[in-house]
């Protein structure tokens, strides 16, 4: 992505996302790749995650309309080119993104794409978004995604297919598209079979296959993050999403390569290689 232009005002995005204590995944991971790819980062906080590398051991939700004025007053003065959300925490919470997205023009078919990494643990297998928000994250916010980001345990959660092989891949996109994102992007990172990390993307008609290196490390944490911040910042310069996706999986990779170990538990993935 070209550099910021010193001086001037420069591409910006927006994360709805929560935060990390410790500094390694959430608002916190998605604002060191906004920087470092020379996009201006806005920030919406969902939730308050008290949080360590041994794992999250408490959460603070943020009302729903704080949430929804954060959009909304970000959107009307400073502009962004893109939005992403992450950690949503509760259904209301959704529902109050999903109805100042439709006023202030953020989602699919409107000016500003939006990349929803539908966020549902903590790697530790905390919950990060309760069991009621499922219906809101299906039948309101997946359809009004520009492209949904799950990996294969947010996949099962949403659509109920336990992805094994490249069939049930196939089968878990179809039907996240069906639900109405524009494109899915099923992530093979889980895949354990696999010596290559393949993430599968689909808009409807045709599927797009990207392998990558796995890098195997126990600092991993925050890479879910990484990877939909770094497509978002590639769309708010205007990239097609393929593109944004390719740019963000070199780049996810790449921090997994760099990431550093930090306290008892798992390190975060490092964009600043
Ligand atoms: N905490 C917050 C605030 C997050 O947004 C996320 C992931 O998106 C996590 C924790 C979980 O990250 P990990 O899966 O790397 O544990």
Redesign the pocket.
């Known amino acids: 992505l070209p550099p910021a232009p010193l001086g001037q005002t420069p591409v910006r995005a927006m994360t709805i996302?929560?935060?990390?204590s410790g500094g390694?995944?959430?608002?916190a991971a998605d604002l060191r790749t906004m920087a470092l790819a020379g996009v201006h980062g806005c920030v919406a906080v969902t939730a308050v995650?008290v949080?360590n590398t041994l794992g999250?051991s408490g959460v603070h939700t943020i009302p729903p309309e704080t949430v929804a004025g954060q959009i909304r007053t970000v959107v009307t003065d400073i502009g962004i080119g893109a939005a992403k959300t992450?950690?949503l925490a509760t259904g209301a919470i959704i529902d109050a993104i999903v109805d100042v997205a439709a006023e202030v023009g953020i989602g699919r078919d409107r000016p500003i794409p939006l990349v929803v990494?539908p966020?549902c643990a903590?790697?530790?297998g905390h919950q990060?978004l309760a069991t009621e928000a499922m219906d809101s994250l299906r039948e309101r916010l997946i359809p009004i995604a520009t492209v949904v980001t799950p990996n294969l345990d947010e996949v099962a959660l949403i659509t109920g297919i336990t992805v094994v092989d490249e069939d049930t891949q196939r089968a878990a996109a179809i039907e996240l598209h069906a639900m109405g994102a524009q494109w899915a992007l099923v992530k093979g990172g889980h895949l354990r079979s696999s010596p290559f990390s393949p993430d599968l993307l689909y808009d409807g008609e045709t599927f797009l296959e990207l392998d990558h290196e796995r890098i195997d490390t126990p600092h991993?944490?925050?890479?879910?993050?990484t990877l939909a911040s770094a497509m978002c910042c590639a769309l708010a310069h205007g990239l097609s999403v393929p593109d944004a996706l390719r740019f963000a999986k070199d780049w996810v990779t790449e921090s997994i390569r760099w990431s550093y170990p930090l306290g008892a538990g798992?390190g975060p993935v490092n964009p600043l290689w």
């Open positions: 996302a929560g935060t990390d390694g995944a959430g608002v995650t949080q999250v992450g950690m990494d966020v903590s790697m530790h990060l991993d944490h925050g890479a879910g993050d798992h």
